[in-house]
């Protein structure tokens, strides 16, 4: 089945660890996107990527980096950093040309202690 | 500034009501906008969307939503709340750049919707 993944569905790290988030797609999508989410704030936008070896700060990067070496991965890395980690964090993908929504993955917890 | 505005932190309907939820946007385009919706720890659902023609759309679950260019606004409805529609509602937009391109979703804040027995 064709979809978003993302791995781990909760994670614990202590303060002052790096640690990446994993999403992977299989729908053949240009375009991913990283959101984190707090109550009360929506989903607000860390980074996104149209296309393979680059991508573009949203409106909450500092703090956080990506890669998009392949176009099946956007893997997530909330560094030392990021002065309040844990939050709930969506991966989504659309294609960049036509009229379709994005698709999400179920999320991953994090809880930095 | 470009933005997606949910009015409504939260709302409150019983079982069997209407709802109306409302969602404006500032872009200096149609945008492509969507609703989606969340249960508790889960990810997103996309309830319908709009990108042109018909103004009125129809989604899954009985919600419907109608494009208003002249208010900037496209609303979620529902005539008749079931227990099960309790969740978070996400009001969403695309912008498409000069060369077709879809990019950088944005989300409102959310409507938290609580149905009474």
């Known amino acids: 089945d064709g979809g978003i993944t993302q791995s781990p569905k909760y994670l614990f790290r202590k303060e002052g660890q790096n640690v990446t988030l994993s999403c992977e797609q299989n729908l053949n999508h240009d375009a991913m996107y990283w959101y984190r989410q707090d109550p009360g704030q929506g989903l607000r936008l860390i980074y996104y990527s149209q296309i393979v070896n680059d991508f573009q700060k949203g409106d909450i990067a500092e703090g956080y980096s990506v890669s998009r070496e392949k176009k099946e991965s956007f893997p997530l890395t909330v560094t030392s950093a990021q002065k309040n980690p844990t939050a709930f964090y969506l991966c989504a993908s659309n294609p960049t040309q036509g009229y379709t929504e994005a698709f999400f993955g179920q999320g991953t917890r994090l809880t930095v202690v | 500034a470009q933005s997606v505005t949910q009015p409504d932190i939260h709302i409150t309907v019983s079982e069997g009501a209407s709802l109306e939820l409302r969602c404006n946007y500032s872009y200096g385009a149609t945008p492509y906008l969507f609703w989606y919706v969340q249960s508790p720890g889960q990810g997103l659902q996309l309830l319908l969307k709009y990108f042109s023609g018909d103004t009125l759309v129809q989604g899954i679950k009985g919600f419907e939503a109608e494009f208003k260019r002249s208010q900037s606004s496209f609303n979620l409805r529902k005539p008749s709340v079931h227990w099960s529609d309790a969740a978070e509602y996400f009001c969403?937009?695309?912008?498409?750049?000069?060369?077709?391109?879809?990019?950088?979703?944005?989300f409102g804040k959310g409507t938290l919707l609580t149905v009474n027995p």
């Open positions: 969403a937009v695309i912008l498409v750049n000069s060369g077709g391109s879809n990019y950088k979703l944005t």
